[in-house]
């Protein structure tokens, strides 16, 4: 079964600290991954995409990795804001399998 | 949010009532898609639309109905056989569809209608 795992399911961190979230996929075929922020109550909005092909994408503070053989990727985010704090969640868009997403809480 | 705009923001429904939600997008987008997300679950595929006049089912699509009479439209209607209605929907586009395809373009999302069963 095609599926999206998310962890952890929530993170508490300290404002300007670093974190990684992760996302393993089982899906098959797999050609590319997305990863979402979605703010409480509001639409997810897209912070990157990774291919199979590529290993790491940066937009600004967020880093995204990908390794196709263990089918894991992971999302890290430097310097932590506290507009931060939303939920991120991953896709696997050929099957568009959603994760459950990762609730990250940054505090001040 | 882009785009797209969904409307009511909250939506009340009592049982054994029919409901409809609205999507309508500017992006003059060819595919369009409705979700339902659930607390602790990833978002589910209900039904999607690559083109005016046509629409697939997704992955929960009982007891929920959809039109695509125009390109920007794209309403989503709860009947009474849906079971558990009570969700978070989200309305989203796409240049060309992307399920099944795996392509690149990127999926817009709507702001999200909550639907409350009293």
């Known amino acids: 079964k095609n599926q999206v795992e998310q962890s952890p399911q929530s993170l508490i961190i300290l404002e300007g600290k670093n974190c990684t979230l992760q996302?393993?996929?089982?899906?098959?075929?797999?050609?590319?991954l997305r990863w979402y922020k979605q703010d409480t109550g509001r639409g997810p909005v897209s912070l990157t995409i990774?291919?199979?092909?590529?290993n790491t994408k940066s937009n600004g503070r967020y880093t995204a990795t990908l390794d196709a053989d263990t089918k894991q990727s992971s999302l890290h985010i430097t310097a932590s804001q506290l507009s931060d704090s939303a939920s991120y969640i991953c896709v696997a868009v050929n099957d568009m399998r959603f994760g459950a997403g990762t609730r990250l809480t940054v505090k001040p | 949010d882009g785009g797209i705009t969904q409307s009511p923001k909250y939506l009340f429904r009592k049982e054994g009532q029919n409901v409809t939600l609205s999507c309508e997008q500017n992006l003059n987008h060819d595919a369009m898609y409705w979700y339902r997300q659930d607390p602790g679950q990833g978002l589910r595929l209900i039904y999607y639309s690559q083109i005016v006049n046509d629409f697939q089912k997704g992955d929960i699509a009982e007891g929920y109905s959809v039109s695509r009479e125009k390109k920007e439209s794209f309403p989503l209607t709860v009947t009474s056989a849906q079971k558990n209605p009570t969700a978070f929907y989200l309305c989203?586009?796409?240049?060309?569809?992307?399920?099944?395809?795996?392509?690149?373009?990127?999926?817009?999302f709507g702001p999200g209608t909550r639907l409350t069963v009293l």
């Open positions: 990774m291919t199979f092909s590529e």
């Open positions: 989203a586009s796409s240049i060309d569809l992307l399920v099944g395809t795996g392509g690149f373009n990127e999926q817009f």
């Open positions: 996302c393993n996929y089982t899906v098959s075929p797999f050609s590319n």
